[in-house]
């Protein structure tokens, strides 16, 4: 085979390797997108759950901040019963109402941090759903990814022997510039010529549409040609077998 023969096999089986591992890897993104979501519905839940475990704390600071200006109040309504003068029972009032007034503002801020509590609890059971949603979700992508690689999993170790083998019979420096196109190009590296007025003597690269100068179009021509390339895409050209013929003298 001459030289764009081998390299026309080469795109050919190189395309459908591109195909299908495209295939594989958009199994392979939907899941990891799907475990990602899972991470961050898992550290939502964390947060909130943390969020909670302090708002419980601040609580029982405050409960036993209560219980101790309960003691108080024990001592100061004793010390109001044994008080013997009315000053003496003046003072120690006074000192109970402020304790008293202290213990209120505690009652108040334990019911503040208890609806805290009962916000972040229903949050909590609202991300656990969601939670469980996702890693339903996970489970699901997971499978259609096994299927997949059980899918195309023989086909393409077959295709990459195809290419391997393809590759074989292309001298190493069009191998590189076919590589280095695929990549470019996301595995269009080469592209047909088109005839656009044949009198006029006007071609283009079928990728890009640009102008072909009718000196590789003669290039292209020749059993033995080197690559041709597109002047402004730099794709490697070939012609298709119609138009070879149309353009063969007779």
Same mark, same amino acid.
């Not at 108080?72 to 109001?80: G, H, I, V």
């Not at 592209?191 to 009718?214: K, T």
């Given at each position: 085979?001459?030289?764009?023969?081998?390299?026309?096999?080469?795109?050919?089986?190189?395309?459908?390797?591109?195909?299908?591992?495209?295939?594989?890897?958009?199994?392979?993104?939907?899941?990891?997108?799907?475990?990602?979501?899972?991470?961050?519905?898992?550290?939502?839940?964390?947060?909130?759950?943390?969020?909670?475990?302090?708002?419980?704390?601040?609580?029982?600071?405050?409960?036993?901040?209560?219980?101790?200006?309960?003691?108080?109040?024990?001592?100061?309504?004793?010390?109001?019963?044994?008080?013997?003068?009315?000053?003496?029972?003046?003072?120690?009032?006074?000192?109970?109402?402020?304790?008293?007034? %202290? /213990?209120?503002?505690?009652?108040? +801020?334990? &019911?503040? $941090?208890? #609806?805290?509590?009962?916000?972040?609890? =229903? !949050?909590?059971?609202?991300?656990?759903?969601?939670?469980?949603?996702?890693?339903?979700?996970?489970?699901?992508?997971?499978?259609?990814?096994? %299927? /997949?690689?059980?899918?195309?999993? +023989?086909? &393409?170790? $077959?295709? #990459?022997?195809?290419?391997?083998?393809? =590759? !074989?019979?292309?001298?190493?420096?069009?191998?590189?510039?076919?590589?280095?196109?695929?990549?470019?190009?996301?595995?269009?590296?080469?592209?047909?010529?088109?005839?656009?007025?044949?009198?006029?003597?006007?071609?283009?690269?079928?990728?890009?549409?640009?102008?072909?100068?009718?000196?590789?179009?003669?290039?292209?021509?020749?059993?033995?040609?080197?690559?041709?390339?597109?002047?402004?895409?730099?794709?490697?050209?070939?012609?298709?077998?119609?138009?070879?013929?149309?353009?063969?003298?007779?």
């Amino acid at each position: 085979m001459s030289l764009m023969e081998d390299m026309l096999k080469l795109n050919r089986v190189d395309a459908q390797l591109r195909g299908l591992r495209k295939r594989l890897d958009s199994a392979a993104r939907y899941a990891e997108a799907q475990h990602r979501q899972l991470e961050d519905v898992a550290q939502r839940l964390e947060e909130l759950r943390s969020r909670k475990r302090h708002v419980q704390a601040r609580i029982g600071n405050l409960e036993a901040e209560g219980a101790r200006l309960d003691e108080q109040l024990e001592k100061y309504r004793a010390d109001l019963n044994s008080s013997v003068t009315n000053k003496q029972y003046t003072a120690v009032l006074t000192e109970l109402n402020t304790v008293k007034a %202290e /213990r209120s503002k505690i009652d108040d +801020a334990i &019911l503040v $941090e208890m #609806e805290q509590i009962e916000e972040a609890d =229903a !949050e909590i059971k609202a991300v656990t759903e969601q939670m469980a949603e996702r890693s339903k979700m996970c489970d699901v992508a997971e499978a259609q990814l096994e %299927e /997949r690689r059980a899918e195309v999993g +023989a086909r &393409l170790a $077959e295709l #990459e022997r195809e290419r391997s083998e393809a =590759a !074989e019979a292309i001298p190493p420096h069009d191998l590189a510039v076919f590589n280095e196109m695929a990549r470019v190009y996301e595995g269009e590296a080469m592209a047909p010529l088109e005839e656009i007025d044949r009198r006029h003597r006007e071609y283009a690269c079928g990728a890009c549409n640009m102008h072909v100068p009718f000196e590789q179009v003669v290039s292209l021509m020749s059993p033995s040609a080197e690559l041709v390339r597109c002047p402004a895409c730099n794709r490697i050209l070939y012609i298709q077998e119609e138009l070879r013929g149309a353009l063969t003298p007779k």
